[in-house]
């Protein structure tokens, strides 16, 4: 079945800098895209969604683009901080049913000092 | 955070055995999801949930069954364990399938030697 991509498995920047993740998507049927960050030991909890209707959607220090034409997602977050350092991954719904959500493998976000 | 328990939290058995991992929430929410996440792999439905005694299988449901008798409680049964069953496992709840995020629990660690 098709399934949620990263372009990156690791990503360091300084802190202070802004960050940006990227997914790639391959269902152009999947409507819903959900941000997630892991940190280790924990659950993944969630950062920021956005529904299809929408390009670009703004949270905390964080905003997610959606750019349908090619099938790709992004999250930025500015100022980086040590607290971001984390597995990042995205979700889309291309199911479509009761079971939800299709997740991508992950980026992990370093931040350097 | 989600109201959403996870026990036990780590756990240690041998081949063979039986195991039972339990997600309690306290959000009311009608769907609910058990998923494994092994490195490589990302997160991987096994069961999920969508009301009282109603479960479907997921994309790795072989060896795994799943019971829901009150809207709080999801369990997750390993008939008898195998080492390929080593994971963490993650439940997961959401108010609606596709179109609200899935908020996750804290884990499991399982291993069976």
């Known amino acids: 079945g098709e399934s949620v991509g990263l372009h990156l498995p690791t990503l360091s920047v300084q802190e202070g800098d802004n960050s940006i993740i990227n997914c790639a998507y391959s269902?152009?049927?999947?409507?819903?895209f959900i941000w997630y960050k892991q940190e280790s030991g924990k659950g993944p909890q969630f950062i920021i969604d956005?529904?299809?209707?929408?390009d670009k959607r703004q949270g905390q220090r964080v905003t997610v683009l959606l750019n349908k034409t090619v099938k790709h997602l992004s999250l930025q977050i500015a100022a980086t901080q040590p607290g971001d350092s984390a597995v990042y991954f995205c979700?889309?719904?291309?199911?479509?049913?009761?079971?939800?959500?299709?997740f991508g493998k992950g980026t992990h976000l370093i931040i350097q000092p | 955070d989600a109201g959403i328990t996870q026990s036990p939290r780590h756990k240690v058995t041998e081949t063979g055995t039986p195991v039972t991992l339990r997600c309690h929430q306290t959000?009311?929410?009608?769907?609910m999801y058990w998923y494994r996440q092994d490195p490589g792999h990302g997160l991987r439905l096994i069961h999920y949930?969508?009301?009282?005694?109603?479960?479907d299988k997921g994309e790795v449901s072989d060896g795994y069954s799943v019971s829901r008798s009150k809207t709080e409680d999801f369990l997750l049964t390993l008939e008898s364990a195998t080492s390929s069953q080593t994971s963490v496992y993650f439940c997961?709840?959401?108010?609606?399938?596709?179109?609200?995020?899935?908020?996750f629990g804290d884990g499991t660690r399982l291993s069976i030697l």
């Open positions: 949930s969508y009301g009282v005694k109603d479960t």
């Open positions: 959000e009311n929410h009608r769907y």
């Open positions: 956005i529904r299809s209707n929408m």
């Open positions: 979700a889309e719904n291309s199911g479509g049913g009761a079971d939800g959500l299709t």
């Open positions: 269902n152009s049927a999947s409507d819903y």
């Open positions: 997961a709840i959401s108010e609606m399938a596709g179109s609200q995020p899935q908020h």
